[in-house]
């Protein structure tokens, strides 16, 4: 039998769709074009920083050996990742514990405290700068791993995604196990951790990427320049080098890099997270 033809849109339906992928088309490469920029900058010569050339006439990887031999942009590198990487591991830990409580366990104030995590959504890091640098100083954390990896600790996001998550397991299983004879703590390290790895995976991206761009918090908290993050280095390096595009965009391309990359492998584990959480 013949295909059926689908139905030709009308000339109005064209241009609207049309207009749509032209919309689309435009914003893709203003949100690629910096990226593309930023990688061709890094390849050029001095002299060739400011000529609006999309390939660089004589291409050089001296930028990159300049980042990485002449400052110790290597031990900035190793701050961000340790910091991340710690943040990351203890968040999860905290909020999937969190997370599971607010979801199945029934205590008086339940509500209200989800209500409390909730709502420092509204409140930005700029606002509680002042009294979370105090409360740190008053703390003795000051340039220190402590005063970058504590205060960074808790996101009221991940509670709140993992609640969701837990919201939708089937209750039969905790069940099953309550009747076996398991407690709270083996319920959820034997049969809640494992079934969490999905949104555990995807929490674990978004925080080490969260971390790993942090600048505000590192800046207030640590002026020792042997406790700088990447993001703080570059500013730095930024106002240090004025007018060395080259390098700036060559150590913006190492940080950026491995985060584009871990983004791209595992952007499925993202989408599926936000999906199964029940977040429209």
């Known amino acids: 039998m013949p295909e059926r033809n689908a139905p030709a849109l009308p000339p109005s339906g064209q241009l609207v769709r049309f207009l749509w992928m032209l919309v689309s088309l435009v914003l893709a490469l203003m949100t690629v074009f910096p990226l593309v920029w930023m990688l061709v900058v890094a390849f050029k010569p001095p002299a060739e920083v400011f000529l609006p050339d999309l390939v660089p006439q004589r291409p050089t990887i001296g930028n990159f050996l300049y980042v990485l031999t002449e400052i110790p942009f290597l031990r900035y590198l190793l701050n961000s990742f340790l910091v991340s990487a710690i943040v990351t591991l203890v968040a999860l830990f905290f909020h999937s514990m969190a997370g599971y409580a607010l979801a199945r366990l029934h205590f008086p104030g339940r509500d209200a405290i989800f209500l409390a995590m909730f709502s420092t959504f509204l409140v930005s890091l700029p606002v ?61 390290w034997s049969i809640v951790l494992p079934l969490s790895r999905p949104i555990l995976a995807a929490l674990a991206i978004l925080f080490f990427l969260a971390n790993w761009n942090a600048f505000l918090w590192p800046l207030t908290v640590a002026s020792d320049s042997s406790l700088w993050v990447v993001q703080v280095a570059i500013a730095n390096f930024r106002s240090q080098y004025a007018g060395a595009w080259n390098y700036v965009m060559a150590a913006s391309t190492i940080v950026a890099l491995p985060m584009l990359i871990l983004f791209a492998v595992f952007q499925r584990q993202i989408t599926e997270s936000i999906k199964t959480s029940g977040l429209k």
Not at 128 to 151: D, E, H, K, Q, T
Not at 170 to 175: A, D, I, Q, S, V
């Open 128 to 188: 509680i700068i002042v009294p979370l640098f105090i409360l740190v100083r008053a703390m003795g954390m000051l340039n220190s791993y402590a005063g970058l990896i504590v205060p960074s600790i808790f996101n009221a996001f991940g509670i709140f995604l993992l609640r969701q998550y837990y919201l939708s397991l089937p209750r039969e299983l905790e069940e099953a196990a309550l009747i076996d004879g398991a407690g709270r703590w083996r319920i959820y």
